[in-house]
């Protein structure tokens, strides 16, 4: 599953942190469920789905309606104990310039205070200082987030380049450099695109590709809006069928006590039905029967 650019930004959880998050799923099911944008792409929730894979557990989804996803994803990332601060800051850095909150060397305004920490000014002073590794060393803010170099390192690294008479040469052969990664990227997300597109067998997506009324991006935009009901509909057909499969296995694990159960229930609980359950939800030989139908035409079908 795609995973947003700005998710993207923050590492995933330690590989035994994952398994202990996969165990915890694997025994409890998922708490919280995984946030997408519209088009599906991961907003919050890469580590829970990543161990619902290790865990076989499908996972549940909800669509984040919100327009600022830059702010919701920075919201989501506010306390993650096995980053740094310094770490978090670089992060978050990314996010705000990918989203086009930096100019000019700076910040633009409001953009700090949409992180969750606004008025600490530490935070601010952290945020700061990787914005300047940002402008003028590029190259360090994933040793950054990692956790391989310090931000107060990298920071000195680059405010020497900043107030050194060679930071324009450093800054040019840092973008550079930033714009060979950021052509080597580009290139691999096309090849993903077109891997997508071959899979789904979108034979007519394809030929538009080639016969060039269309780029791959175009292309692949096309075909997911194109899908995007067919999607919605198995979704809600597979929330359903969830929904229905737990709730015969939640009346299962009811009767797991047999009949000397079923008496002790008849005779302790029931004589309060009258007093605490509506009529309608009255427990009648017909009700039960067609229980003991159902539940027999299951078995049928299991054997």
């Known amino acids: 599953m795609r995973t947003h650019p700005y998710a993207d930004k923050y590492p995933m959880l330690p590989d035994d942190e ?12 998922l708490r919280q469920p995984i946030v997408t944008d519209r088009e599906g792409r991961i907003l919050d929730g890469r580590n829970r789905y990543r161990a619902c894979e290790l865990a076989g557990v499908q996972p549940d989804y909800v669509v984040y309606d ?7 994803v920075i919201d989501c990332n506010t306390s993650r104990r096995h980053m740094s601060t310094g770490a978090r800051a670089m992060a978050t850095a990314l996010v705000l310039a990918e989203d086009g909150r930096r100019r000019n060397g700076r910040w633009t305004r409001g953009s700090i205070d949409i992180t969750g920490s606004g008025n600490s000014s ?14 003028y060393t590029p190259h360090l803010a994933n040793n950054i987030i990692t956790g391989t170099l310090a931000l107060d390192a990298a920071y000195r690294e680059a405010n020497q380049a900043k107030q050194s008479a060679e930071a324009a040469k450093i800054a040019a052969r840092n973008q550079a450099r930033a714009q060979r990664e950021a052509e080597q990227a580009e290139a691999e997300r096309q090849t993903r695109l077109l891997n997508e597109l071959t899979e789904a067998a979108a034979t007519q997506f394809l030929a538009y590709i080639d016969s060039g009324e269309m780029t791959i991006p175009t292309a692949h935009a096309a075909w997911t809006e194109a899908t995007r009901k067919q999607r919605e509909e198995q979704q809600q057909l597979d929330h359903s069928y969830r929904t229905t499969m737990r709730a015969i296995h939640t009346a299962l694990t009811t009767f797991q006590g047999g009949a000397d159960y079923a008496t002790t229930i008849y005779t302790k609980v029931y ?11 009255h427990l009648t030989i017909p009700l039960i029967n067609t229980a003991i139908d159902y539940l027999t035409r299951l078995k049928e079908h299991l054997q």
């Open 66 to 72: 919100g327009e600022d996803l830059a702010e919701y």
């Open 18 to 29: 994952l398994a202990e998050l996969a165990e915890s799923i694997r025994a409890n099911g």
């Open 122 to 135: 530490q935070w601010r002073q952290r945020l700061t200082e990787a914005g300047v590794v940002l402008d």
């Open 271 to 281: 004589p309060h039905e009258h007093r605490l359950m509506d009529p309608h939800e």
